[in-house]
């Protein structure tokens, strides 16, 4: 059985429209095909129809108008990453040192949290994982404990 390729030996910026209005045509099978021809792996087994769509016509358009810059790609790694594990790494958030202490006031009182040398935090005479189990508690609703607590992320360049 003969696939349908769309990858051109030289990519024209003029046919470019073209390939990629050829590419919602195919099937997910020639989809995969064409994943091999312009990745040099297989796909992933559980990537959609539409995933491998958008990853095929991206590459297409990378050849003949370029990719991301270097400092777009290392902003994006900086982010998290799926290499390998399947999964993204949540972004960095800054390290609080043992013993810091974190105020917030909600409705006219007080809530301290110490933070511990295990990673952990001190609230209301118990130890908790995160602090967004403690603005939970503390609120009734969930919260992202570091916005909560008003912690910013580290500024990226």
């Known amino acids: ?7 051109a030996s030289s990519p024209d ?3 470019l429209p073209e390939r990629l209005d050829r590419l919602s045509g195919l099937s997910a099978g020639d989809l995969r095909h064409e994943w091999r021809q312009h990745f040099r792996a297989d796909p992933p ?3 959609s129809r539409e995933l491998l769509l958008r990853a095929i016509g991206f590459r297409m358009q990378e050849a003949v108008i370029g990719g991301l810059s270097r400092r777009t790609e290392l902003r994006l790694g ?3 990453s799926v290499a ?3 999964k993204a790494s949540p972004p960095d958030r800054p390290a609080l040192k043992s013993g810091t ?3 917030r006031e909600w409705q006219g009182k007080v809530h301290e949290v ?6 952990r935090f001190a609230y209301g005479g118990h130890s908790y994982r995160s602090l967004s189990t403690i603005a939970r508690a503390i609120t009734g609703a969930h919260w992202s404990g570091p916005r909560f607590f008003g912690i910013k992320e580290a500024a990226h360049g």
């Open 45 to 47: 087994a559980s990537m």
């Open 1 to 7: 059985m003969r696939r349908a390729s769309v990858a």
């Open 78 to 80: 900086s982010l998290g």
């Open 13 to 15: 910026a003029t046919k």
């Open 84 to 86: 390998g594990r399947g």
């Open 114 to 119: 110490l933070t511990l040398d295990d990673g």
């Open 101 to 103: 202490k974190l105020l």
